[in-house]
């Protein structure tokens, strides 16, 4: 074993070991995360790592609900032309420390301001650090949305809007709007290690960063100067683990609490096993294949089209989430409001698949589908999910090879808008609006951004553009049923599934909810 493993197994069997003094909470994580700075990503299980323990929001979301309620703002009010939303900050709250920072000052205004400022303003000093992508703040349109951030005073801050967003408090609740340290920031860049941002975060939340061990352990601390309830344990473990059979493992061995991910083909015996609890749940999510509609042929709808018959999505349903997803048809999960229930899906049809991949000029085609590199939610085995791609592209003379990056590579890489093949994702929401999912993954803003298919659609995008501005979620729902359809017409997507959230966990866990959109919170979770 390397000194590096060998290193990071001593760190996790010490606080296992320590659990029972200490009160030490261990997760079996899927993942590592791609950073600790929640506004440079997209991914949840960067978001579980970091937004979740670490940091605090405006407004925050009710755990277990898409409810907003006060978070570093004790209120807001959104003018009556919707054009001004004015927050009221919290007054004592407090950032965390750590060896290369000791803030000097509670949370402000100037917290705000340099956190959204960052993001949408090219001259900020931190535009560009850890690479600058800020995929949601763009995917949102938020450079055209916000105009201005105003502070009034200390613990006031405006908001001025170039138009109405229905949604703007609940996207204020997103870990993309995460606040973060100025003061911190400041000491950073002046010191030369702006990047430390995202490596030592420092934030407001129940739990401080202590130590990252990459694709091995995180250790957390209990944040006895929260401001809101305190964590009810004293230290958060994340054990990295990406093998689901791994996991349970360590669950049934008491080395884990709490599980992400459980194989859908073990969550019956899991139901039935001593010692064991099972949580479930109906996802907020889909999983899809997104073509790019930038590269031919793949920029043909009529060759999305004959591709997406070509895929036997219950033969799917069957093999990789053993009957715990169904099939989706629409690029919204069917609990959502808006879905559009009179959608009709492709149908399972090679010879017909066939027949149209001639017609548009199609022959002999040679075609890359991009595996997931862990599990998912939206996705509990990618590249199960490409092997049975490969073999019904087979049957209609397509050639598919199946290739796969490191997680945070993957990402990285599918955004490119010449990205050669089609990749697998998916998405959980993450305010429970349907503008986070048609505009965030399918409007021209998210283009080389959260927009895998590089599908821009005027039409589109008129339409929930226009939505997100109208104040009822009836005039809403008829634009979104109209976009659906263009949706389904256009095919970027292949949509595969939406699937069923379960969560694993030892029997003394204590106050664990499954959070509609799809984040792992600790922060009131305890041991009997």
Known sequence: MSLKKLMATGLLLGALGASAQ?????????????????ALYTAGTTFDASSHPLYNRLAEFKVGTTETIPGLAESWEVSEDGLTVTFKLRQGVKFHSNANFTPTRDFNA?????????????????????????????????????????????????????RPEAPIIANMAMDFASILSKEYADAMMAAGTPEMLNQAPIGTGPFSFQAYQKDAVIRYLR?????????????????????????????????????????????????????????????????????NTQVAPYDNADVRKALNMAIDKQA????????????????????MWSYDESTVDDSYDPEAAKAALEAAGVKDLNMKIWAMPV?????????????????DFAKVGVTVEIVSYEWGEYLERSKAKDRDGAVLLGWTGDNGDPDNFLAVL???????????????????????????VLPTQE???????????????????????????????????????????????????GLK
């Not at 803003?445 to 659609?457: E, H, I, L, M, P």
């Not at 263009?486 to 664990?512: C, L, N």
Request: proline share 6%; aromatic share 10%.
């Open 110 to 162: 100037d917290d705000v301001i340099f956190s959204f400022d960052r993001q949408g303003n090219a001259e900020n000093p931190y535009n560009k650090v850890s690479g600058g992508t800020w995929e949601y703040y763009g995917g949102m349109s938020m450079p055209d949305l916000i105009k201005s951030i105003e502070k009034t005073d200390d613990y006031t801050v405006v908001f001025h809007l170039t």
């Open 223 to 291: 944040n006895d100067a929260y401001w809101g309830d305190k964590a009810k344990v004293e230290s958060l473990i994340f054990a990295i683990t990406p093998d689901a059979s791994v996991r349970y493992q360590k669950v049934q061995a008491g080395e884990c609490h709490v599980m992400a991910y459980p194989n859908p083909a073990d969550v019956a015996a899991m139901k039935e096993a001593e010692g064991v609890v099972v949580m479930e749940q109906e996802g907020l999510n889909v999983g899809y294949l997104a073509y």
């Open 375 to 391: 599990q998912r939610p939206y996705n509990p085995n990618a590249r199960r999910m490409a092997e049975l791609m490969q073999a």
């Open 22 to 38: 200490a009160q030490s909470l261990v997760y079996c994580s899927e993942g590592s995360p791609e950073g600790f700075d929640p």
């Open 442 to 468: 399918l409007g021209c803003d998210g283009v080389t951004k959260s927009n895998r298919a590089q599908w821009c659609n005027e039409e589109f995008d008129a339409l929930i553009q226009k939505a997100k």
């Open 475 to 525: 005039e809403r729902s008829k634009l979104y049923k109209e976009a659906q359809a263009i949706f389904k017409d256009q095919a970027p997507w292949a949509t595969i599934a939406h699937s069923v959230v379960y969560m694993t966990m030892r029997p003394e866990v204590d106050g664990y909810v499954v959070h509609p959109l799809g984040g792992h919170i600790f922060n009131q979770v």
């Open 316 to 335: 799917i349903i069957d093999v990789v989430f053993q009957g715990s997803g169904e099939i989706a048809k629409n690029p919204i999960p069917p609990t």
